[in-house]
C-alpha cells in the first residue's frame, strides 16, 4: 500500500511554518542528496577560503568531505534580501547549505526566495569554482517559478567546470521537479484558515508514493472488474483511470473531456496548473450495459442503483471512483459524467470537507454545463435546472429553506428535487452575477468561501463571513435578480 506522510509541521500555523521553519518540505532524500553534493564540493580543490565544513580545520575547503554538513563561513557576510511573501531579512550570514542559510537574523529555506534574489543570495556565499555548488544552485533555481533561464546558466557553469556533470545535472532536475510540484501544492495547503481544522488537509504526496498509489488503483479497479465478471479496457490520462468497453476513439474522446473539464475547475479555483489532486489517479467507469453498472456498484462499493440514475460518484477514503452507464441519450449521459467527476474531484479539494449539499450538487451541475460549451456540446443542464429553478423563485418558493435541506434529516433534494435546480440557478448567481453587481466584494468570493468551509468552518456562517452574504441576504438578493432576469 502506498505510504502517505502528513506534513511534519503542524496544520495550525502552515503560513508561519513556511516563513521561519528550518525543516525542508517533506522531501528528506532530496536534503540527504544536495549536502552530500555540497560536502563533495567543499573538497575539490577549488575551494575560495571562505568557507569550511562544520567541524573541519580553518583554512580553504574542508578536508571532511563525506559528511553532509552545512558550511561554517570564516568571515561572516552581511546580507540584505526579502522573501518571496516581502518578510526582510538583514543582518550576517554565518552558516549555510543545500537547503538553508543561518545567521543573526535566525535560518531562512531557500525556498523562501524568489528565482532572482535566491541566486544573489547564494552566489554571494558560494564557491564559484565548485561544480556540484552550481548545480545545487541549479536545483535550488529551478524549484522556483520563473528560476528556468537562471538555472540553465547555473547548470552551464558547472558542465565547463566538469565535463563528467551531465548524470548529476538531470538527478538534479528531476529533484527539482518534484520539489517544485511538492511546493506547489504546499501553497494550496497554505490559503486553507490557520487554527484547528475540523477535517485535516490530504497529504502532500512524494513522486514514488503517487506512483504507488496509481497501481493500487489500477489493482483495485481489476479487482472490482473481476468480481463483477467483466473486463474494461483502459485509457490512461494525467488525471484518470478511464475503463470502458467503448471504443478506443470514443473512450479517447470522453478521457480528453474529463482532463478539461479538471483543467477547468483548477483554473477557477486559481490551483496552479499541473497539480493532480487524486490519490493517484481517479478511476471512472463506462459501461454499455446496465447490468454491468448496476452489479459493479452492487459489489464494489455496495450500494444499490436507484431508478434512471446513469452514473455515481464512489469515495473510499482518498479513493476517488466514478461508475456509470452510457445509456441512448449521449448528451444527457456526458453531463451526468462530468458532474459526477466533480464530485470526485471536490473531495480531493484541500480537505475532504464537503460542501452544502445546494451547493454541492449546484457546482457539479454548473461544471458539468461550463464543460460541454467548451468542446461546443448542447449542455441539457442549462434548459433543465435554470428553468425549474427560475420558475420555483417567480413562484414565491422559499430558498433559504432549500438551502437548508440535506441528507441527515431526509428533506433533500425537496419535492421533484428542486434541490438540484435552485443548487444550480444560486452558484450561477454567486459566481456570475454578484460580482459584476457588488465587484467591491470581489470576484474570488465563491472561491473564498469555498476554501472557508473545507478548512472546517461551518458553511452559513462562512457564507456570511466570507462571501458576504448571511443565507437570508443571499436568498433575497437571488430572488431580486431572477425575478426579472433568466
Known amino acids: 500500500m502506498a505510504h502517505m506522510n502528513q506534513p511534519s509541521w503542524d496544520s495550525r500555523s502552515r503560513r508561519e511554518a513556511r516563513e521561519a521553519s528550518a525543516l525542508p518540505l517533506a522531501v528528506a532524500f532530496a536534503l540527504t542528496v544536495a549536502l552530500a553534493l555540497l560536502g563533495a564540493g567543499a573538497s575539490d580543490g577549488s575551494g575560495s577560503g571562505t568557507a569550511t565544513s562544520a567541524g573541519a580545520g580553518a583554512g580553504t575547503g574542508g578536508a571532511d568531505s563525506d559528511a553532509p554538513r552545512p558550511f561554517e563561513l570564516v568571515t561572516p557576510i552581511e546580507v540584505k534580501t526579502k522573501t518571496a511573501s516581502g518578510h526582510a531579512v538583514k543582518g550576517k550570514v554565518e552558516r549555510w547549505d543545500a537547503e538553508t542559510f543561518a545567521g543573526t537574523f535566525g535560518t531562512r529555506r531557500w525556498d523562501e526566495f524568489a528565482a532572482p534574489e535566491l541566486n544573489r543570495v547564494f552566489r554571494m556565499l558560494m564557491d564559484e569554482k565548485s561544480a556540484v555548488q552550481w548545480i545545487t544552485l541549479g536545483e535550488r533555481l529551478l524549484e522556483q517559478s520563473n528560476g528556468e533561464k537562471m538555472a540553465e546558466t547555473a547548470f552551464g557553469r558547472a558542465k565547463r567546470l566538469d565535463k563528467a556533470s551531465a548524470p548529476e545535472i538531470d538527478a538534479a532536475r528531476g529533484r527539482a521537479a518534484e520539489r517544485r510540484r511538492m511546493l506547489a501544492e504546499q501553497r494550496l495547503q497554505d490559503i ?33 472488474m473481476r468480481d463483477a465478471g467483466t473486463r474494461l479496457s483502459l485509457v490512461e490520462t494525467k488525471y484518470f483511470l478511464l475503463y470502458s468497453e467503448l471504443s478506443a476513439q470514443e473512450t479517447s474522446r470522453w478521457a480528453g473531456q474529463l482532463d478539461g473539464m479538471y483543467e477547468m475547475v483548477m483554473q477557477l479555483f486559481q490551483v496552479e496548473p499541473g497539480i493532480n489532486l487524486f490519490w493517484g489517479k481517479a478511476v471512472v467507469f463506462i459501461f454499455p450495459n446496465r447490468e454491468r453498472f448496476r452489479l459493479v456498484q452492487a459489489s464494489a462499493f455496495g450500494s444499490r442503483v436507484p431508478d434512471g440514475v446513469v452514473g455515481l460518484c464512489n469515495i473510499k477514503g482518498p479513493k476517488v471512483f466514478v461508475n456509470s452507464y452510457r445509456d441512448s441519450d449521449e448528451l444527457q449521459f456526458t453531463a451526468v459524467l462530468l458532474h459526477e467527476t466533480t464530485h470526485g474531484i471536490m473531495h480531493r479539494y484541500l480537505t475532504p ?8 450538487e449546484g457546482f ?25 429553478g427560475v420558475n420555483y423563485i417567480r413562484n414565491r418558493g422559499d430558498l433559504a429553506l432549500v438551502m437548508r435541506m440535506n441528507y441527515q434529516d431526509g428533506s433533500w433534494p425537496g419535492e421533484n428535487a428542486i434541490g438540484y435546480a435552485v443548487g444550480y440557478v444560486l452558484c450561477n448567481f454567486m459566481l456570475d452575477v454578484v460580482p459584476r453587481v457588488a465587484p467591491k466584494r470581489g470576484k474570488d468570493r465563491f472561491k473564498d468561501w469555498v476554501i472557508a468551509v473545507k478548512g472546517g468552518k461551518p458553511w452559513e456562517k462562512a457564507l456570511a463571513e466570507d462571501f458576504g452574504f448571511p443565507v437570508e441576504t443571499i436568498a433575497a ?10
Open 192 to 224: 486553507l484558515p490557520d487554527g484547528d481544522l475540523g477535517s485535516k488537509p490530504w497529504p502532500i504526496m512524494s513522486d514514488e508514493e503517487q506512483k504507488e498509489a496509481v497501481a493500487e488503483m489500477k489493482k483495485d479497479a481489476e479487482r472490482m
Open 477 to 486: 438578493e437571488a430572488v431580486k435578480w431572477y425575478r426579472t432576469n433568466d
Open 353 to 360: 470537507a464537503k460542501l452544502p449539499e445546494w451547493a454541492n
Open 364 to 388: 457539479a451541475e454548473r461544471i458539468a454545463h461550463m464543460a460541454m460549451q467548451r468542446v461546443n456540446l448542447r449542455s441539457p443542464v442549462d434548459k433543465s435546472r435554470r428553468g425549474q
